[in-house]
Antibody
Framework: EVQLVDSGGGLVQPGGSLRLSCAASGFTFSTYWMTWVRQAPGKGLEWVAN????????HYVDSVQGRFTISRDNGRNSLFLQMSSLRAEDTAVYYC??????????????????WGQGTMVTVS | AIQMTQSPSSLSASVGDRVTITCRASQGIRNELAWYRQKPGKAPKLLIYAASNLQSGVPSRFSGSGSGTDFTLTISSLQPEDFATYFCLQDYNYPRTFGQGTKVEI
């Protein structure tokens, strides 16, 4: 079964750090971009960061740039999000997602086709 | 960053109704848009990619259209499991941005 399992969330004080993990199974993890998306309580979805297959290319939303680091370990089929200098506004459920590339008439598109169950981060 | 604006923010409908949700981008994004459905307490589920392509396993009552700045998601006959929140997402450039969501209520 293709699956992503998020873990590592919890309660942390402002200014603190936390490391989220996402364990992948059922597919060849090393061949996919991977993404983190978050959702504050009662709010919409916010894309946070993504990383390419070998970890050499990463992108971040401005609000976490310089505070969060996305990384991966293809040998352990795992994705990580190291979060530091945490703020109250980082409180959210964090989801990892597989970034699938689709091809249509020679044009390539991305979409998040597999999601983890989410892990809650509370900064207070 | 590209702003994605969905309308309406919420709507009320009945089982069997035809429902249309729109998403407008603040600049042209070709057809690089996806739609997701999220049920309360659950992770989002991919419905449509590249504006109009149905994800494998998604029922054919879902369809998408549009290009450039204006997009629509249509549910041809609303089913009980479709009462949820729907989000659009642009994958044209970084940062990826979601619409604010449309809640479909009974």
């Amino acid at each position: 079964e293709v699956q992503l399992v998020d873990s590592g969330g919890g309660l942390v004080q402002p200014g603190g750090s936390l490391r989220l993990s996402c364990a992948a199974s059922g597919f060849t993890f090393s061949t996919y971009w991977m993404t983190w998306v978050r959702q504050a309580p009662g709010k919409g979805l916010e894309w946070v960061a993504n990383i390419n297959q070998d970890g050499s290319n990463r992108h971040y939303v401005d609000s976490v740039q310089g505070r969060f680091t996305i990384s991966r370990d293809n040998g352990r089929n795992s994705l990580f999000l190291q979060m530091s200098s945490l703020r109250a506004e980082d409180t959210a459920v964090y989801y990892c997602a597989r970034d699938h590339t689709y091809s249509d008439s020679g044009v390539y598109y991305d979409a998040f086709d597999i999601w983890g169950q989410g892990t809650m981060v509370t900064v207070s | 960053a590209i702003q994605m604006t969905q309308s309406p923010s919420s709507l009320s409908a009945s089982v069997g109704d035809r429902v249309t949700i729109t998403c407008r981008a603040s600049q042209g994004i070709r057809n690089e848009l996806a739609w997701y459905r999220q049920k309360p307490g659950k992770a989002p589920k991919l419905l449509i990619y590249a504006a109009s392509n149905l994800q494998s396993g998604v029922p054919s009552r879902f369809s998408g259209s549009g290009s450039g700045t204006d997009f629509t998601l249509t549910i041809s006959s609303l089913q009980p499991e479709d009462f949820a929140t729907y989000f659009c997402l642009q994958d044209y450039n970084y940062p990826r941005t979601f619409g604010q969501g449309t809640k479909v209520e009974i």
